[in-house]
């Protein structure tokens, strides 16, 4: 199975921006969706946003216009752009990879990372 590997967590100010990147260990995955999602500290996770193989996207309510999923071709990662941080976004956020179900939904997720830790004050 593949293993993904999430990276680029810290902690910001209010306001400020971090990019979290999700490289898989091998390419298998490359057609498969890709699905960030982030468990704020006591509650379930949540997903945040999609990036799908055909290069379309789908985000939450709450994160459009501010965070954007991307894929670096090149290599097997995929990347979450994180702007305007407020404390709400607090949380651990995962990759996971799984097939597309339905227009905007990435499902059969797999591969969970250890997630990688965003904290904002």
């Known amino acids: 199975h593949v293993q993904l590997v999430e990276s680029g967590g810290g902690s910001v100010q209010a306001g400020g921006s971090l990019r979290l990147s999700c490289t898989a260990s091998?390419?298998?995955?490359?057609?498969?969706?890709m699905a960030w999602v982030r468990q704020p500290p006591g509650k379930e996770r949540e997903g945040v946003g999609t990036?799908?193989?055909?290069?379309?996207?789908n985000y939450a309510d709450s994160e459009k216009g501010r965070f954007i999923v991307t894929k670096d071709n090149a290599k097997t990662t995929w990347y979450l752009q994180m702007t305007s941080l407020k404390p709400d976004d607090i949380g651990m956020y995962y990759c996971?990879?799984?097939?597309?179900?339905?227009?905007?939904?990435?499902?059969?997720?797999?591969?969970w990372g250890q997630g990688t830790q965003v904290t904002v004050s």
């Open positions: 996971a990879t799984g097939v597309r179900t339905d227009l905007n939904k990435c499902g059969f997720l797999e591969g």
């Open positions: 091998d390419d298998s995955v490359s057609n498969n969706c």
């Open positions: 990036f799908f193989s055909d290069g379309t996207t």
